[in-house]
Structure formats: structure tokens, C-alpha cells
């Protein structure tokens, strides 16, 4: 697949042959919701918490004997049956929800998504994304500029989850010119990862030569 590359002004700055390895798969969806919710499912934290029969205070003695009495046998005020008592299967933050995942099924499920993105023309390949020092000014022009190029006008338009740029090191300068973009998300190329892929509608990726380094060493 033969991809265009673009400075941040928009003007065209040459193509390569991207690979089909990753730019060239069918779309897997069984595959890509499988790694996306194991993935959210191991990102998610318990915060809800109750006290069962073993937590609650209280209840060493027996209420009352256990017959004679007319009443029902009971053990314990902490019984779950009883008012101020245990509850049963009850949220607990101290359970596991992470889920394992292959590191192939999601290298594979990564470049899916890569693939159907650079099909729907989704995918912006930058030569260099620099910033002298923080611009937010600067770093709207490059939408702007971008936003110019013939099949990618929503770029500088859509107002919810834009874009997700993949710096290929880390650049204080970069991030910080993007930061005040609630709709951007400013990452290292070594971060790229399905959820966010998803999340947002665009990819803008900085220098292709090191950022396909990067996705092919996923594959081993």
C-alpha cells in the first residue's frame, strides 16, 4: 500500500510502500473486541466494597440459646438475615478483573484497526511534529494545515476525540502544545495501542521510518 507523507504544513513530502503486515489486514472484530475488553476489564479498578459476616462487628455470642426459646435458631447477629449484619455477594474492591491476553493477539488486533484506518484514509504520516517551545497557536495551525489536504477536512474540524498523535520520542514541547486540546491525545509511538486507536478518529503519525520500527519490533 503506497502511503503519502506530509509536513505539518500540510504540503506533500514524499511516500513509501507501507507494509501489508501491518497496513494490509482484514478486519477481525471478533479478534479486536476480545483484546479491547480484556484490556478495559484489566484496566478497571474496584471502588465499591461491602462487609460480609466475617467483617462486620459485633456478634461473638450466641443471640439466645438454641431452643426453648419459640424463636428461630440463629448463630449470630452478623448473619446476613439480620439487620446491621453481613451482606452476601456483595461488591468486593479487593476483586481481580484483570484478563490475559496474548501479546501476539494484540500486536494483531492493533495492526487490524491500523489497517481498516489507513483504508478509511484515517491516517496522517507527518515527516517531523517540532515545537521551538509550547505553541498551542502553532500546534492549531498544524490542524489547520492538515485539515487542508484533500480527504482529510475533518481533521481540523471535528470537535470530539480529533486525533491521537504518536510522537516517536518523547518531546516535552510537543505535548505540552497539545495539551490544551481536550478532543487530542499526544502519546510515544511505543504506547500506540488498540484503545486508543478506537477511541479516537484520526492517527497522525510522526516520522514513519522510526514509527515502523517500532510496530514491526510488536510483531516479535
Known sequence: ??????TKEGKENGS??????IFGLKWNSDLVQQVVMSMESSARTPVAHTKDRSDVRGGGRKPWQQKGTGRSRHGSK?????KGGGVTF???NDRNFDRKINK?????????????????????????????EPKTKEARAIFTALGAIKGYEMVGARRKNRAY???DENDV?????FANFSNVKTDEMRNL?????????YVIIENPAESLKLLEAKLN
Open 173 to 177: 514541547f510537543t505535548k505540552k502544545s
Open 90 to 92: 456483595g461488591p468486593r
Open 104 to 132: 501476539k493477539m494484540k500486536a494483531k488486533a492493533l495492526f487490524t484497526i491500523l489497517s481498516k484506518k489507513a483504508l478509511n484514509n484515517e491516517i496522517i504520516f507527518v515527516d517531523s511534529i517540532s515545537f521551538a
Open 165 to 167: 498523535i504518536a510522537i
Open 16 to 21: 513509501f510502500e507501507a507494509p501489508d503486515s
Open 1 to 6: 500500500m503506497k502511503i503519502n507523507i506530509y
Open 78 to 82: 452478623r448473619s446476613p438475615i439480620w
Open 193 to 201: 495501542n488498540p484503545l486508543d486507536l478506537l477511541k479516537y478518529k
